[in-house]
């Protein structure tokens, strides 16, 4: 299995551009996460799908974020308008029944 | 919901020497406690974990002991190399599809 695989890896934007990050899970798994990760608050979870569905967003930061999961094998994150607060590295991660989450490679997001 | 906090922040050790990292958390219904292994730049990876229903659980150099009565549970690494020099992240969750809450990290240094 090729893991969990996101994209853009890599992206530098300007403030107010809308940024969209993609997952795709690892195959089977029922259970997609969105975590942000930065210095000062460490690993934050956004938020959380079982079955395609949105279980809790609590974490979601503001308005400005909003997440999908159409089908078992997408997902995306989006940010519109960004801001330089949200530069962080944001984790795709899934999770089948048993509870071991497998991170993604993470997508490096600066914002100037 | 579920608190996890963990200590030190950093740890410098003697290559050789054991390391020793702490995690308490809050919610007595957890019972899924994994350690996360995060190189620089690079995505966190588990290394071992632990259910309630054992008190220790050993993979070569690396252990993590619980005690479920004091809330609280430890890893240790033995015989520290270089290569063991990363931040170290705990994290608790309950079973289900439920998400991981994960400590603020240990920056684990091993001088050689």
């Known amino acids: 299995d090729a893991g969990v695989i996101q994209s853009p890896r890599h992206e530098v934007t300007e403030m107010g551009q809308e940024v969209t990050l993609r997952c795709k899970p690892i195959?089977?798994?029922?259970?997609l996460f969105w975590y942000r990760q930065t210095m000062m608050r460490g690993l934050e979870l956004l938020i959380y799908?079982?079955?395609?569905?949105?279980?809790?967003d609590s974490g979601m930061p503001e308005d400005r974020f909003s997440a999908k999961m159409p089908n078992a094998s997408f997902s995306t994150l989006k940010i519109q308008p960004s801001e330089p607060r949200d530069s962080a590295v944001y984790f795709c991660?899934?999770?089948?029944?048993?509870?071991?989450?497998?991170f993604g490679e993470g997508s490096w997001l600066t914002v100037v | 919901g579920e608190n996890v906090e963990q200590h030190p922040s950093t740890l410098s050790v003697q290559e050789g020497d054991s390391a020793v990292i702490k995690c308490t958390y809050s919610?007595?219904?957890?019972?899924?406690f994994p350690w996360y292994k995060q190189e620089l730049g690079k995505r966190p990876q588990l290394i071992i974990d632990?259910?309630?229903?054992?008190g220790e659980k050993k993979d070569q150099r690396i252990a993590v002991t619980l005690n479920k009565t004091a809330k609280h549970f430890s890893l240790h690494i033995t015989e520290t190399q270089p290569e063991d020099s990363a931040v170290y992240f705990c994290?608790?969750?309950?079973?289900?599809?439920?998400?991981?809450?994960f400590g603020k990290g240990t920056r684990l240094s091993v001088i050689a």
């Open positions: 919610d007595s219904a957890s019972n899924y």
């Open positions: 991660a899934s999770m089948s029944s048993g509870n071991t989450i497998y």
């Open positions: 994290a608790a969750s309950n079973s289900g599809n439920t998400p991981l809450v």
């Open positions: 799908f079982n079955n395609n569905v949105p279980i809790d």
């Open positions: 195959s089977g798994h029922n259970s």
């Open positions: 632990i259910r309630s229903n054992v």
